[in-house]
């Protein structure tokens, strides 16, 4: 009896000891995983590297430097970004999905092309077909542009026949039209000049003219010519 005890307390140790072996080989594996990978997807315009480059946590970093709240952060102050979602796996692969924000206008300043947002913020994209988008040149003042373009999203018609727009600070904004036309519109209250003239299209007089100047409001200067060609 006294061996049967001896035997079954031994064999409860060793069951013991392999257990608790199994759980510090587990704890251990678990402490010491590295990130394995960061992989981005859904690119169209920017550079992984990029990307990479603007996160705190890089490959190889311990899983315990993760942290949800700083990559957030990272994430967030990338404009080129529109959102995002992520996720560390178990086997320590970080998975990034990235949705770009959409090119807005090619603007043109001081011999330089940069692709835009609707904010006027310059997009670091490459790659970026120029051919259908609106190009913008002059000095932007931002807070005017994105009022501008506030505007210009509820007025799909008007906004599809905008080949070119060029905008003097304090002065106003002249819209070079796929019809040849030019009009010239005030810095403000450019929503309600555009308005207006939108029921000029639809006039029988709309095409004896090429140049609307609608800076004054409530007055319009017309030029059978297209001056803004000329100017």
């Not at 049967?4 to 251990?28: E, G, M, P, Q, R």
């Not at 040849?180 to 003239?197: G, H, M, R, S």
């Amino acid at each position: 009896m006294r061996k049967l005890i001896i035997v079954l307390t031994f064999a409860f140790l060793v069951f013991i000891f392999i257990n608790n072996y199994k759980i510090f080989n587990k704890a251990n594996n678990f402490f010491s995983k590295k990130i394995s990978k960061i992989e981005v997807s859904n690119l169209n315009y920017l550079n992984k590297n990029f990307i990479l480059q603007k996160l705190y946590i890089k490959e190889g970093d311990s899983v315990w430097k993760f942290n949800v709240d700083k990559l957030k952060s990272n994430l967030d102050i990338i404009n080129e970004i529109e959102s995002y979602n992520f996720r560390l796996k178990k086997n320590g692969k970080l998975e990034i999905f990235i949705k770009e924000k959409k090119p807005h206008m090619v603007w043109t300043f001081s011999n330089k092309q940069k692709i835009i947002d609707k904010y006027g913020k310059v997009l670091n994209f490459s790659g970026v077909s120029t051919n259908n988008m609106v190009e913008v040149t002059g000095y932007l003042n931002k807070d005017n542009f994105f009022d501008l373009n506030s505007f210009l999203d509820k007025k799909k018609e008007f906004t599809s026949t905008i080949e070119k727009i060029h905008y003097e600070e304090n002065i106003g904004w002249k819209f070079f039209l796929s019809d040849q036309t030019c009009l010239y519109a005030p810095d403000k209250k450019v929503n309600e000049v555009i308005e207006v003239f939108e029921k000029i299209k639809k006039s029988k007089v709309y095409f004896k003219y090429r140049y609307y100047d609608m800076r004054i409001f409530e007055r319009i200067y017309l030029e059978k010519k297209n001056k803004c060609l000329t100017s």
